[in-house]
């Protein structure tokens, strides 16, 4: 039972490059959720997913989308990389019912140049 | 909209005493939850505690409790007997209403000294 991964954990990209950043978790959680944390915030919500095939807007959601094509998997895509990117993203899951407790994977360190 | 307010960037607590991370929140919704997340140096994010709005007692885990004052809108965490594998950024949460997502405060730093 590995919970939630996230590949890959470190990536330099140069601006306007574009990449995608995989989530897998096997809980057979519900919902999932892509953050990001920059240094002196607390985590920021990009997307998220209540199931497979759905996805809804955060709090964050410009310069990146999202896709859930498999119930196990959220993958975040950035079209064209900008250096205000640059940051940590955490993915996210959590069961449809109470708690709410989300499980959180290691993280992914995107520096943009 | 639901906001999280944690005031203190950073704390210092002597080894084996007792710390207290503060936690405010504003919803104005009925129904809501209140978490805590620890994050270590390594990055990963771990749960802490939860409290529920309707929960009658204060949730405790272990040597961590939280102190849930609903009329002040505080969900304060309290540490007991701290340990130097404490020391670590500290996050409060909230989930209310029918949202489906967690929104975080800014976070605290602990420092746990020997």
């Known amino acids: 039972n590995a919970g939630v991964t996230q590949t890959p954990k470190f990536r330099v990209l140069k601006t306007g490059q574009s990449m995608t950043l995989l989530c897998a978790q096997d809980?057979?959680?519900?919902?999932m959720y892509w953050y990001r944390q920059d240094p002196g915030m607390g985590l920021r919500l990009i997307h998220y997913?209540?199931?497979?095939?759905?996805?809804a807007k955060g709090e964050v959601p410009d310069g990146y989308n999202v896709s859930r094509l498999k119930k196990q998997n959220f993958l975040l895509g950035l079209e064209s990389a900008a250096p205000s990117q640059t940051s940590v993203y955490f993915c996210?899951?959590?069961?449809?019912?109470?708690?709410?407790?989300?499980?959180f994977g290691p993280g992914t360190r995107l520096t943009v140049t | 909209a639901q906001k999280i307010t944690q005031t203190q960037p950073g704390m210092f607590v002597q080894e084996k005493e007792a710390v207290t991370l503060d936690c405010t929140y504003d919803t104005s919704d009925q129904s809501y939850g209140l978490f805590w997340y620890k994050q270590p140096s390594s990055g990963e994010m771990i749960f802490l505690i939860y409290q529920g709005s309707y929960d009658e007692q204060n949730a405790t885990e272990g040597r961590y409790s939280l102190n849930f004052q609903k009329a002040r809108k505080s969900a304060n965490l309290v540490i007991s007997a701290s340990q130097l594998g404490d020391s670590a950024m500290y996050f409060c949460?909230?989930?209310?209403?029918?949202?489906?997502?967690?929104?975080f405060g800014s976070g605290t730093q602990l420092t746990v000294l020997p």
């Open positions: 997913s209540v199931g497979e095939g759905t996805t």
């Open positions: 996210a899951s959590r069961q449809g019912g109470g708690p709410y407790e989300q499980y």
């Open positions: 949460a909230m989930r209310a209403g029918s949202a489906r997502q967690l929104t």
């Open positions: 809980m057979n959680h519900e919902y």
